[in-house]
C-alpha cells in the first residue's frame, strides 16, 4: 500500500490550497487528513467513509474533503487558511469502515506534507 500527498506549500492567510493523496495497492473504505503542528500532537482534521464526511470543528466550513473512486485519490480543499492551520498535512486510510476521527483507527499513512500560512 502506497499513499503519496502532493499539494502543500506556502500561503498568505485567506488564501486556499487543495492537497491530494494518491492510493495504490488496496481497496480503502475510511480516508482521511490529519495534521501536526511543531511540538504539538496530530490531530484530526476531516474524514470520509461511503461518502460521509467528517471534520474538526475548527475547519468547518473552510475545509471539504472528497474522494475520486476511478483516480482512487482523496483531496482536501483548504479555503480561507489561517496561521493556525500551519503543520504537516498526512493522509492516512484503512480498508475498515470507521469514522476516520482518530489516528489509531488507521493503518497506512503518507509521509506527509507542509502547509505554512503566513499572516
Same mark, same amino acid.
Not at 493523496?21 to 488496496?26: E, V, Y
Not at 489509531?104 to 499513512?109: A, D, K, L
Given at each position: 500500500v502506497q499513499l503519496v500527498e502532493s499539494g502543500g506549500g506556502l500561503v498568505q492567510a485567506g488564501d486556499s490550497l487543495t492537497l491530494s493523496?494518491?492510493?495504490?495497492?488496496?481497496t480503502f473504505i475510511t480516508e482521511g487528513w490529519f495534521r501536526q503542528a511543531p511540538g504539538k500532537e496530530r490531530e484530526f482534521v476531516a474524514s470520509m467513509a461511503f461518502s460521509k464526511a467528517f471534520y474538526r470543528d475548527s475547519v468547518k466550513g473552510r475545509f471539504t474533503i472528497a474522494k475520486d473512486n476511478a483516480k482512487n485519490t482523496v483531496t482536501l480543499q483548504m479555503n480561507s487558511l489561517k496561521p493556525d492551520d500551519t503543520a504537516i498535512y =498526512?493522509?492516512?486510510?484503512?480498508?475498515?469502515f470507521y469514522t476516520g476521527t482518530r489516528v489509531?483507527?488507521?493503518? =497506512?499513512?503518507g509521509q506527509g506534507t507542509q502547509v505554512t500560512v503566513s499572516s
Open positions: 493523496c494518491a492510493a495504490s495497492g488496496g =498526512y493522509c492516512a486510510t484503512t480498508a475498515r489509531n483507527e488507521f493503518n =497506512y499513512w
